[in-house]
């Protein structure tokens, strides 16, 4: 054998033998073409021994390129066996990551709840149906004429201070009272009309017992021959149904410019009286002004303030808490 296919052999075995290492030692996928290319590219390890087999002597060079080739492919096999060596180990660690303990305990998903005005409401809405009113209802943003005009309370009028209003642009208002929601039902209907009207009422006005956002259910009935007799045992009745015989209940004389006479109506809430509804006889006027003939027809209205029945069935003392959106303090009143 020739010097030169002699140092050619030793060539190949020792290439061969260092691709089989470094295939073997690559530990990222990433890495693998290239330490690949050092040996199999076109400027690899290899190529420089197809040179040296072009100077061989021509009765060495089969036996000499035979040997290449083998050497090249166990140095491509060994790659290919690299490849997959890293893709396995991706996969099981891929799989490792998104293992799902089982046996943990799982996540509580926080439940809300009907908040407690909106159960109160709810409450009264029921009762108050069960007793033969129907719902209606009526816009947030008013108008000056059915939140005041046609209440029988003209612009020049005094009881509008009673009221501090939010006032919008274009003559627009927040209603400040449910009664509105009276004016419209009558102008579009004829009596007998026996309604509740439940919903957000707006104020300028916030202490411990006042909000400036606060529920009112309007109550109206109107037919021949309604009395302020129905009037006393019809809220009477309502309150008893809500707190039991036993709660001190009083009616005290009030005036409100829609409703003659007037009422306002407390109960005692254990440790003070509470102001929670007005009530009163339509005023012939308002009846007048929807159409209707006061000869005729008459009824009763009421207003009741839903916060403050919740303040007292739930013992709160400042409305605010109500609204402050704690929910440590709303988590106390689970919905039943
Ligand atoms: C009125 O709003 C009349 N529209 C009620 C009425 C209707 C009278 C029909 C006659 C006929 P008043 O302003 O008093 O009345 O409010 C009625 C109730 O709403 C009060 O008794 C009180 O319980 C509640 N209320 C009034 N202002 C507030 C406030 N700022 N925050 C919480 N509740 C309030």
């Given at each position: 054998?020739?010097?030169?296919?002699?140092?050619?052999?030793?060539?190949?075995?020792?290439?061969?033998?260092?691709?089989?290492?470094?295939?073997?030692?690559?530990?990222?996928?990433?890495?693998?073409?290239?330490?690949?290319?050092?040996?199999?590219?076109?400027?690899?390890?290899?190529?420089?021994?197809?040179?040296?087999?072009?100077?061989?002597?021509?009765?060495?060079?089969?036996?000499?390129?035979?040997?290449?080739?083998?050497?090249?492919?166990?140095?491509?096999?060994?790659?290919?066996?690299?490849?997959?060596?890293?893709?396995?180990?991706?996969?099981?660690?891929?799989?490792?990551?998104?293992?799902?303990?089982?046996?943990?305990?799982?996540?509580?998903?926080?439940?809300?709840?009907t908040?407690?005005v909106q159960q109160v409401l709810d409450d009264l809405v029921d009762l108050l149906c069960a007793f033969g009113f129907e719902l209606?209802?009526?816009?947030?943003?008013?108008?000056?004429?059915?939140?005041?005009?046609?209440?029988?309370?003209?612009?020049?009028?005094?009881?509008?201070?009673?009221?501090?209003?939010?006032?919008?642009?274009?003559?627009?208002?927040?209603?400040?009272?449910?009664?509105?929601?009276?004016?419209?039902?009558?102008?579009?209907?004829?009596?007998?009309?026996?309604?509740i009207?439940p919903?957000?009422?707006?104020?300028?006005?916030?202490?411990?017992?006042?909000?400036?956002?606060?529920?009112?259910i309007?109550g109206?009935?109107?037919?021949?021959?309604?009395?302020?007799?129905?009037?006393?045992?019809?809220?009477?009745h309502f309150l008893?149904m809500l707190?039991?015989?036993?709660?001190?209940?009083?009616?005290?004389?009030?005036?409100?410019?829609?409703?003659?006479?007037?009422?306002?109506?407390?109960?005692?809430?254990?440790?003070?009286?509470?102001?929670?509804?007005?009530?009163?006889?339509?005023?012939?006027?308002?009846?007048?002004?929807?159409?209707?003939?006061?000869?005729?027809?008459?009824?009763?209205?009421?207003?009741l303030?839903v916060?403050?029945l919740a303040?007292?069935r739930?013992?709160?003392?400042?409305?605010?808490?109500?609204?402050?959106?704690?929910?440590?303090?709303?988590?106390?009143?689970?919905t039943r």
């Amino acid at each position: 054998m020739s010097e030169a296919h002699a140092r050619l052999q030793a060539d190949i075995d020792a290439i061969r033998a260092e691709a089989l290492e470094a295939a073997s030692a690559v530990e990222r996928e990433a890495d693998l073409a290239t330490v690949r290319a050092r040996f199999v590219g076109k400027k690899g390890a290899f190529a420089p021994l197809m040179q040296a087999l072009g100077r061989l002597a021509p009765e060495d060079r089969p036996s000499a390129g035979a040997r290449i080739n083998v050497a090249r492919d166990a140095v491509e096999a060994a790659f290919e066996s690299a490849r997959s060596r890293l893709a396995e180990a991706a996969l099981a660690a891929a799989l490792e990551r998104g293992r799902v303990d089982v046996t943990l305990p799982g996540r509580v998903v926080a439940a809300g709840a009907t908040h407690p005005v909106q159960q109160v409401l709810d409450d009264l809405v029921d009762l108050l149906c069960a007793f033969g009113f129907e719902l209606a209802d009526g816009p947030e943003v008013e108008t000056e004429t059915f939140n005041f005009d046609l209440l029988n309370m003209p612009s020049s009028h005094p009881a509008r201070d009673m009221q501090d209003t939010f006032y919008l642009e274009g003559g627009l208002l927040l209603r400040t009272q449910t009664s509105p929601v009276q004016v419209r039902t009558m102008q579009s209907r004829q009596p007998p009309v026996r309604i509740i009207a439940p919903g957000k009422v707006f104020r300028c006005d916030a202490d411990t017992t006042h909000s400036p956002v606060f529920h009112q259910i309007e109550g109206l009935w109107i037919d021949r021959d309604v009395t302020m007799a129905d009037l006393k045992g019809t809220l009477t009745h309502f309150l008893r149904m809500l707190y039991g015989p036993d709660r001190p209940v009083r009616f005290r004389p009030s005036f409100f410019p829609f409703t003659e006479p007037s009422v306002e109506l407390d109960v005692w809430t254990g440790s003070r009286w509470m102001e929670v509804l007005g009530a009163g006889m339509v005023h012939p006027q308002v009846l007048r002004n929807v159409g209707y003939d006061p000869d005729q027809v008459q009824g009763f209205a009421f207003g009741l303030g839903v916060d403050r029945l919740a303040m007292i069935r739930y013992g709160i003392t400042d409305i605010r808490y109500l609204w402050e959106n704690d929910a440590r303090f709303l988590r106390q009143f689970p919905t039943r």
